[in-house]
């Protein structure tokens, strides 16, 4: 029996708000690897999230189903 997956995700970028769960991805050579974020702040062109591994910094990201952070940004 699979395991059930520990986070709900939303994957609706029209109703993203801060404190979602989200699913990322990260450009260059972390490209393919999901990553498991919290939006802290949602703007019309972008969000604001940091890593469920690391609540400390925040990452700009692409506001979309899946946001998408430039690598020279992770923290």
Request: negative net charge; glycine residues 8%; proline residues 7%.
């Amino acid at each position: 029996m699979a395991e059930a997956c520990p986070f709900s995700f939303n994957f609706d970028a029209t109703t993203f708000q801060a404190g979602d769960c989200v699913s990322y991805r990260v450009t260059g050579s972390l490209s393919g690897m999901p990553f498991v974020g919290t939006l802290v702040e949602v703007h019309p062109e972008h969000v604001l999230l940091h890593d469920a591994s690391d609540p400390g910094g925040t990452m700009r990201a692409t506001r979309e189903s899946r946001p998408v952070v430039a690598e020279e940004d992770m923290a």
